[in-house]
T-cell receptor, first 114, second 115 residues
Protein backbone atom coordinates (compact mmCIF):
# COMPACT_ATOMS: atom_id res chain seq x y z
CA UNK A 1 0.00 0.00 0.00
CA UNK A 2 1.11 3.51 -0.68
CA UNK A 3 1.95 5.89 2.12
CA UNK A 4 3.44 9.34 2.56
CA UNK A 5 5.59 10.59 5.42
CA UNK A 6 6.21 14.25 6.02
CA UNK A 7 8.97 14.83 8.56
CA UNK A 8 8.23 17.74 10.84
CA UNK A 9 4.67 18.79 11.51
CA UNK A 10 5.91 22.34 12.14
CA UNK A 11 8.83 24.11 10.49
CA UNK A 12 9.99 27.65 11.24
CA UNK A 13 12.34 29.64 9.04
CA UNK A 14 13.44 33.24 8.97
CA UNK A 15 12.32 35.48 6.16
CA UNK A 16 14.85 35.15 3.35
CA UNK A 17 16.10 31.75 4.50
CA UNK A 18 15.92 28.48 2.63
CA UNK A 19 12.70 26.52 2.94
CA UNK A 20 13.02 22.72 2.99
CA UNK A 21 9.97 20.56 3.59
CA UNK A 22 10.54 16.83 3.52
CA UNK A 23 8.41 14.16 1.94
CA UNK A 24 9.12 10.46 1.63
CA UNK A 25 6.79 7.94 0.03
CA UNK A 26 6.32 4.24 0.01
CA UNK A 27 5.08 2.68 -3.18
CA UNK A 28 5.63 -0.53 -5.10
CA UNK A 29 5.70 1.42 -8.35
CA UNK A 30 7.02 4.90 -9.11
CA UNK A 31 4.06 7.07 -8.22
CA UNK A 32 2.89 10.44 -9.32
CA UNK A 33 3.82 13.04 -6.71
CA UNK A 34 2.20 16.31 -5.72
CA UNK A 35 2.68 19.20 -3.32
CA UNK A 36 -0.36 21.18 -2.26
CA UNK A 37 -0.53 24.32 -0.11
CA UNK A 38 -3.40 25.29 2.19
CA UNK A 39 -3.72 28.84 3.41
CA UNK A 40 -5.89 29.49 6.49
CA UNK A 41 -9.57 28.83 5.90
CA UNK A 42 -8.99 27.94 2.29
CA UNK A 43 -8.96 24.80 0.20
CA UNK A 44 -5.85 23.13 -1.13
CA UNK A 45 -3.99 24.60 -4.07
CA UNK A 46 -1.56 22.67 -6.25
CA UNK A 47 2.03 23.91 -6.00
CA UNK A 48 3.65 21.42 -8.33
CA UNK A 49 3.54 17.84 -9.51
CA UNK A 50 5.82 15.14 -10.87
CA UNK A 51 4.49 12.55 -13.26
CA UNK A 52 7.23 11.61 -15.74
CA UNK A 53 10.27 13.23 -17.32
CA UNK A 54 12.53 15.74 -15.61
CA UNK A 55 12.93 14.95 -11.96
CA UNK A 56 13.34 18.57 -10.89
CA UNK A 57 9.95 20.18 -11.00
CA UNK A 58 9.27 23.89 -10.71
CA UNK A 59 6.01 25.17 -9.35
CA UNK A 60 4.27 28.36 -8.44
CA UNK A 61 5.54 31.01 -6.02
CA UNK A 62 9.20 30.02 -6.53
CA UNK A 63 8.88 26.51 -5.11
CA UNK A 64 10.51 23.46 -6.62
CA UNK A 65 10.85 19.79 -5.77
CA UNK A 66 13.10 16.98 -6.89
CA UNK A 67 11.99 13.39 -7.33
CA UNK A 68 14.71 11.03 -6.10
CA UNK A 69 13.72 7.46 -6.78
CA UNK A 70 16.69 5.98 -4.94
CA UNK A 71 15.71 7.87 -1.81
CA UNK A 72 11.94 7.61 -2.37
CA UNK A 73 11.78 11.32 -1.67
CA UNK A 74 10.13 14.41 -3.09
CA UNK A 75 11.32 17.28 -0.90
CA UNK A 76 9.97 20.78 -1.45
CA UNK A 77 12.35 23.74 -1.47
CA UNK A 78 12.36 27.48 -1.94
CA UNK A 79 15.59 29.49 -1.87
CA UNK A 80 14.20 32.48 0.02
CA UNK A 81 11.15 32.42 2.27
CA UNK A 82 8.57 35.18 2.21
CA UNK A 83 6.09 35.99 4.92
CA UNK A 84 3.32 35.06 2.50
CA UNK A 85 4.63 31.47 2.38
CA UNK A 86 3.27 30.79 5.86
CA UNK A 87 0.74 28.01 5.32
CA UNK A 88 0.30 24.27 5.61
CA UNK A 89 1.90 22.10 2.97
CA UNK A 90 0.78 18.63 1.99
CA UNK A 91 2.66 16.04 -0.01
CA UNK A 92 0.55 13.51 -1.91
CA UNK A 93 1.07 10.46 -4.06
CA UNK A 94 -1.12 8.63 -6.49
CA UNK A 95 -0.84 5.27 -8.12
CA UNK A 96 -0.29 5.53 -11.89
CA UNK A 97 -1.90 2.12 -12.34
CA UNK A 98 -5.13 3.92 -11.76
CA UNK A 99 -6.73 3.59 -8.37
CA UNK A 100 -7.55 7.27 -8.84
CA UNK A 101 -7.07 8.33 -5.26
CA UNK A 102 -4.49 10.63 -3.83
CA UNK A 103 -2.80 9.63 -0.57
CA UNK A 104 -1.79 12.62 1.52
CA UNK A 105 0.79 13.12 4.21
CA UNK A 106 -0.14 14.65 7.55
CA UNK A 107 1.07 18.07 6.50
CA UNK A 108 3.78 20.50 7.55
CA UNK A 109 2.87 23.90 8.91
CA UNK A 110 5.41 26.48 7.80
CA UNK A 111 5.99 29.54 9.93
CA UNK A 112 8.06 32.42 8.56
CA UNK A 113 9.73 34.65 11.12
CA UNK A 114 10.38 38.31 10.45
CA UNK B 1 -18.77 27.26 -11.88
CA UNK B 2 -15.32 28.76 -11.63
CA UNK B 3 -14.22 26.49 -8.82
CA UNK B 4 -15.36 23.69 -6.56
CA UNK B 5 -18.12 24.93 -4.31
CA UNK B 6 -19.05 23.34 -1.00
CA UNK B 7 -21.94 24.09 1.28
CA UNK B 8 -22.45 24.81 4.03
CA UNK B 9 -19.07 26.23 4.96
CA UNK B 10 -19.75 25.53 8.61
CA UNK B 11 -22.19 23.16 10.24
CA UNK B 12 -22.81 22.60 13.93
CA UNK B 13 -25.04 19.67 14.74
CA UNK B 14 -26.12 17.74 17.78
CA UNK B 15 -24.87 14.23 18.33
CA UNK B 16 -27.24 11.73 16.77
CA UNK B 17 -28.56 14.04 14.07
CA UNK B 18 -28.08 13.43 10.34
CA UNK B 19 -26.19 15.92 8.17
CA UNK B 20 -25.82 16.45 4.45
CA UNK B 21 -22.79 18.10 2.90
CA UNK B 22 -22.92 19.30 -0.67
CA UNK B 23 -20.24 19.58 -3.33
CA UNK B 24 -20.63 21.30 -6.67
CA UNK B 25 -17.60 20.41 -8.81
CA UNK B 26 -16.04 22.33 -11.64
CA UNK B 27 -18.25 22.07 -14.71
CA UNK B 28 -17.19 19.19 -16.95
CA UNK B 29 -15.08 17.43 -14.34
CA UNK B 30 -15.92 13.75 -14.38
CA UNK B 31 -14.01 12.73 -11.28
CA UNK B 32 -15.03 13.79 -7.79
CA UNK B 33 -13.39 12.98 -4.45
CA UNK B 34 -14.35 13.42 -0.81
CA UNK B 35 -11.67 13.73 1.87
CA UNK B 36 -11.83 14.30 5.59
CA UNK B 37 -9.29 16.49 7.40
CA UNK B 38 -9.14 16.07 11.13
CA UNK B 39 -7.06 18.21 13.48
CA UNK B 40 -3.45 17.10 13.31
CA UNK B 41 -4.19 14.51 10.66
CA UNK B 42 -3.62 14.43 6.96
CA UNK B 43 -6.36 14.21 4.42
CA UNK B 44 -8.20 10.94 4.75
CA UNK B 45 -9.68 9.60 1.50
CA UNK B 46 -13.37 8.78 1.77
CA UNK B 47 -14.80 8.08 -1.68
CA UNK B 48 -14.16 8.60 -5.39
CA UNK B 49 -16.76 9.10 -8.12
CA UNK B 50 -16.29 8.72 -11.85
CA UNK B 51 -19.45 10.14 -13.31
CA UNK B 52 -22.29 8.93 -11.12
CA UNK B 53 -20.56 5.70 -10.15
CA UNK B 54 -18.36 5.20 -7.09
CA UNK B 55 -15.68 2.67 -8.04
CA UNK B 56 -13.84 3.27 -4.79
CA UNK B 57 -15.67 3.87 -1.55
CA UNK B 58 -13.09 2.11 0.57
CA UNK B 59 -12.44 5.11 2.78
CA UNK B 60 -15.93 5.53 4.19
CA UNK B 61 -15.35 4.90 7.91
CA UNK B 62 -18.67 3.26 8.73
CA UNK B 63 -22.09 2.50 7.32
CA UNK B 64 -23.27 5.80 8.79
CA UNK B 65 -21.48 7.49 5.90
CA UNK B 66 -22.87 7.47 2.38
CA UNK B 67 -22.49 9.58 -0.72
CA UNK B 68 -24.17 9.97 -4.04
CA UNK B 69 -23.65 11.91 -7.19
CA UNK B 70 -26.36 12.82 -9.64
CA UNK B 71 -26.19 14.00 -13.23
CA UNK B 72 -22.43 13.59 -13.15
CA UNK B 73 -22.28 16.82 -11.23
CA UNK B 74 -23.38 17.63 -7.67
CA UNK B 75 -22.47 15.22 -4.90
CA UNK B 76 -23.90 14.87 -1.42
CA UNK B 77 -22.11 13.27 1.51
CA UNK B 78 -24.52 12.14 4.20
CA UNK B 79 -23.58 11.27 7.74
CA UNK B 80 -26.27 9.59 9.78
CA UNK B 81 -26.48 9.58 13.56
CA UNK B 82 -23.46 11.87 13.87
CA UNK B 83 -20.87 11.23 16.55
CA UNK B 84 -18.35 13.61 18.07
CA UNK B 85 -15.51 11.83 16.27
CA UNK B 86 -17.13 12.89 12.99
CA UNK B 87 -16.10 16.47 13.71
CA UNK B 88 -13.67 17.47 10.97
CA UNK B 89 -13.33 19.49 7.80
CA UNK B 90 -14.80 17.65 4.83
CA UNK B 91 -13.11 18.53 1.57
CA UNK B 92 -14.37 17.86 -1.91
CA UNK B 93 -12.19 17.85 -5.02
CA UNK B 94 -12.78 17.33 -8.69
CA UNK B 95 -10.58 16.61 -11.68
CA UNK B 96 -11.11 16.47 -15.39
CA UNK B 97 -10.22 12.92 -16.23
CA UNK B 98 -10.08 10.77 -13.14
CA UNK B 99 -6.53 9.97 -14.08
CA UNK B 100 -4.04 10.21 -11.31
CA UNK B 101 -1.65 12.56 -13.01
CA UNK B 102 -4.21 15.27 -13.39
CA UNK B 103 -4.62 18.03 -10.87
CA UNK B 104 -7.40 17.75 -8.33
CA UNK B 105 -9.07 21.07 -7.55
CA UNK B 106 -10.31 21.43 -4.00
CA UNK B 107 -13.21 23.30 -2.49
CA UNK B 108 -12.84 25.30 0.71
CA UNK B 109 -14.41 22.56 2.75
CA UNK B 110 -17.25 22.17 5.21
CA UNK B 111 -16.26 22.39 8.86
CA UNK B 112 -18.50 19.99 10.77
CA UNK B 113 -18.76 20.25 14.53
CA UNK B 114 -20.76 17.66 16.42
CA UNK B 115 -21.73 18.77 19.91
Amino acid sequence: AQSVTQLGSHVSVSEGALVLLRCNYSSSVPPYLFWYVQYPNQGLQLLLKYTTGATLVKGINGFEAEFKKSETSFHLTKPSAHMSDAAEYFCAVSDPSGTYKYIFGTGTRLKVLA
Amino acid sequence: GAGVSQSPSNKVTEKGKDVELRCDPISGHTALYWYRQSLGQGLEFLIYFQGNSAPDKSGLPSDRFSAERTGGSVSTLTIQRTQQEDSAVYLCASSSQGSTNTEAFFGQGTRLTVV
